[in-house]
């Protein structure tokens, strides 16, 4: 015989007379539904902020690009570099936004100076820019 769909009990609560209104359990539940609300929200406006940006994104590409150029592992460009290779794959991704002082050290061992790179990801920003 097959599973039972509907755990024992719940039919029966769920055929429970609703309380008169202003009783305590119905300021219960509109506390409830605040809080379930505001957690949505909070969770909706964090997921937002966690979303890349498109510099962070193309800088990300770049660096990745790049890499792949020369032919190296993120383990090895992060060896050169000094920084972890999970920080290098989150740069790559653009979950991360490299300082000034990381984007020096990347783009000294990629062999390319800063302005070079930022020139190139400048202009797919540009180009990006166009298409919309």
Same mark, same amino acid.
């Given at each position: 015989?097959?599973?039972?769909?509907?755990?024992?009990?719940?039919?029966?609560?769920?055929?429970?007379?609703?309380?008169?209104?202003? +009783?305590?359990?119905?300021? @219960?539940?509109?506390?409830?539904?605040?809080?379930?609300?505001?957690?949505?929200?909070?969770?909706?406006?964090?997921?937002? +902020?966690?979303?890349?940006?498109?510099?962070?994104?193309?800088?990300?590409?770049? &660096?990745? $690009?790049?890499?792949? /150029?020369?032919?190296?592992?993120? /383990?090895?460009?992060? /060896?050169?570099?000094?920084?972890?290779?999970?920080?290098?794959?989150?740069?790559? $991704?653009?979950?991360?936004?490299?300082?000034?002082?990381?984007?020096? @050290? &990347?783009?000294?061992?990629?062999? &390319?100076?800063?302005?070079?790179?930022?020139?190139?990801?400048? /202009?797919?920003?540009?180009?990006?820019?166009?298409?919309?």
């Amino acid at each position: 015989m097959g599973k039972k769909l509907v755990k024992p009990g719940l039919l029966e609560t769920a055929k429970m007379a609703v309380p008169p209104e202003g +009783s305590e359990f119905i300021a @219960h539940i509109a506390t409830l539904n605040t809080l379930v609300c505001r957690t949505f929200v909070f969770k909706t406006l964090l997921f937002l +902020s966690m979303q890349p940006s498109k510099l962070d994104q193309t800088l990300g590409l770049e &660096i990745q $690009r790049r890499r792949i /150029e020369k032919r190296w592992s993120q /383990e090895y460009l992060a /060896e050169v570099t000094g920084l972890h290779r999970t920080y290098i794959s989150q740069l790559e $991704r653009g979950l991360k936004s490299p300082s000034v002082r990381v984007l020096s @050290h &990347i783009t000294n061992a990629l062999d &390319i100076t800063m302005g070079e790179f930022l020139r190139v990801v400048e /202009e797919l920003l540009s180009a990006d820019g166009k298409r919309d």
